[in-house]
Nanobody, 115 residues
Framework: QVQVVESGGGLVQPGGSLRLSCVVSGFPFSEAIITWNRQAPGKAREWVATSWPGGATMYPSSVKGRFTISRDNANTTVYLQMNSLKPEDTGVYYC?????????WGQGTQVTVST
């Protein structure tokens, strides 16, 4: 059974940085397709990053140049480095694994960007 666990959220001021972690288990990490997604209260869920096994990455325009998705193969962990954070980045961040034939979601971690 695939398991995905996020961590690293918290409160940060505008312009600050956070690094989120997503630990993947129950599936070969080299074959894992990982996405990061976020949802603010009362708003639709928004995709923010994807990492493919071959090394390709993709971001929407809203975060490109500020967010970076990366992999730590030894620890089967995917990171989302978030820099130059803005209040509109606030929300619950979820990672998901989509390379196993189905999609598995984590429990989410809260990110709040505020003065």
């Amino acid at each position: 059974q695939v398991q995905v666990v996020e961590s690293g959220g918290g409160l940060v001021q505008p312009g600050g940085s956070l690094r989120l972690s997503c630990v993947v288990s129950g599936f070969p990490f080299s074959e894992a397709i990982i996405t990061w997604n976020r949802q603010a209260p009362g708003k639709a869920r928004e995709w923010v990053a994807t990492s493919w096994p071959g090394g390709a990455t993709m971001y929407p325009s809203s975060v490109k140049g500020r967010f970076t998705i990366s992999r730590d193969n030894a620890n089967t962990t995917v990171y989302l480095q978030m820099n130059s954070l803005k209040p509109e980045d606030t929300g619950v961040y979820y990672c998901a694994e989509a390379g196993s034939g189905s999609t598995t979601w984590g429990q989410g971690t809260q990110v709040t960007v505020s003065t």
